[in-house]
């Protein structure tokens, strides 16, 4: 069974950064997809960037050019680093690991983006 943990979540002043991470256990973590999604208050939940197994990834145009998914295979770890953050990225953020067959999420943790 994998677990997700989910980290660096926070309330930050607007144009300010964050950099979330989500580790993974009990999973040969370098054979998924990897991807970011959020969701606001009374909205749906919205990807916000994806990064296949070769590394090729996928943004949001609401994210692009401020925010850029990686990750790191030895550590099981894919990060999300946030920039230039906006009150209308204030959301729960969630990660999710998949393949064909399986498909994991973490618990989500907590952006908000407020002066």
């Known amino acids: 069974q994998v677990q997700l943990v989910e980290s660096g979540g926070g309330l930050v002043q607007p144009g300010g950064s964050l950099r979330l991470s989500c580790a993974a256990s009990?999973?040969?973590?370098?054979?998924?997809?990897v991807a970011w999604f959020r969701q606001a208050p009374g909205k749906e939940r919205e990807l916000v960037a994806n990064?296949?197994?070769?590394?090729?990834?996928n943004y949001a145009d609401s994210v692009k050019g401020r925010c850029t998914i990686s990750r790191d295979n030895a550590q099981n770890t894919v990060y999300l680093q946030m920039n230039s953050l906006k009150p209308e990225d204030t959301a729960v953020y969630y990660c999710r690991i998949f393949n064909l067959f399986k498909d994991y999420w973490g618990q989500g943790t907590q952006v908000s983006v407020s002066s």
């Open positions: 009990g999973s040969i973590f370098s054979s998924y997809g």
């Open positions: 990064m296949d197994r070769a590394g090729s990834t």
